[in-house]
């Protein structure tokens, strides 16, 4: 009797782990999901993982992938990369703001991945990475192609280390001038926030390439902070008390 009850038992977890892909054999715990083998998209990948408040593992098989997705909520932990070492996993935005966005205290990590958004700007923040309120992202060994800018970080977390940021050239010198803020073109990472709620940054090891000729190409290459105040910006880098620009290159 106790022999049939454990095989019905072991018969119910092994429909359950094929109903939920993602769902660890091991443990029994969500760790990763496959994507496109579970999930058609990395969007469908990462709305399964936050409907728990478990760190989730997406992994992308090598394959152009032509999507804008967001990652919302502070149940989100997620993890995106290649399902192996060296495939080529890249991501094409279908939105013209981003291709990533994380908001609303969402935690995300990108690993080795190639982004790509090369639509003209429509907002002073469209970049291929946008992050904000309170999130968390952590970027590593990614290759970041943009037009507007490669990360935009409003109140929000960042690491950012060992990428490589291409902009559209020194072809567009202020395109968020009509918007009402001071911008200095393309910028690689663009960090903002009120003074009262401040971004926390670690910045190092990039390589930053063809941006915008305003951008200042020292050991803070690539990384421009902007204070928000009434809606203007103003380019008070003593807003951000938490900002560490570690050694970067530009070009």
Not at 8 to 19: N, P, T
Not at 82 to 102: C, F
Not at 142 to 156: E, P, Q, T
Request: with cysteine; hydrophobic share 40%; aromatic share 10%.
């Amino acid at each position: 009797m106790r022999v049939k009850q454990l095989n019905v038992i072991f018969a119910f977890m092994m429909l359950f782990q094929v109903c939920w892909p993602g769902i660890s054999s091991a443990q029994g715990k969500m760790t990763y999901a496959h994507v496109p083998r579970n999930y058609k998209t990395i969007q469908g990948a990462v709305n399964f993982g936050c409907r728990y408040d478990r760190p989730l593992t997406i992994l992308v098989a090598a394959n152009l992938y032509e999507e804008s997705f967001t990652v919302a909520g502070k149940f989100c932990d997620i993890t995106i990369k290649p399902r192996y070492e060296g495939n080529l996993v890249t991501i094409l935005n279908s939105d013209p703001g981003y291709v990533i966005r994380v908001t609303d205290g969402a935690k995300v990590r990108l690993l080795d991945l190639t982004l790509k958004n090369y639509t003209p700007p429509y907002g002073p923040y469209d970049s291929a990475v946008l992050v904000e309120r309170n999130s968390t992202l952590v970027m590593r060994n990614n290759h970041v192609d943009f037009a507007g800018h490669g990360v935009s970080a409003i109140s929000a977390k960042v690491e950012i280390v060992g990428n490589y940021f291409r902009g559209p050239g020194p072809t567009i010198s202020d395109p968020y001038a009509e918007f009402g803020y001071r911008g200095s073109g393309a910028m690689g990472v663009l960090l903002l926030g009120p003074v009262v709620s401040r971004v926390s940054a670690v910045i190092g090891g990039n390589h930053f390439v063809d941006l915008d000729t305003a951008v200042d190409n020292s050991e803070t290459a690539g990384v421009y902070p902007l204070s928000l105040r009434k809606g203007h910006g103003t380019g008070d880098s003593n807003t951000y008390l938490n900002v560490l620009a570690l050694v970067n290159h530009g070009d």
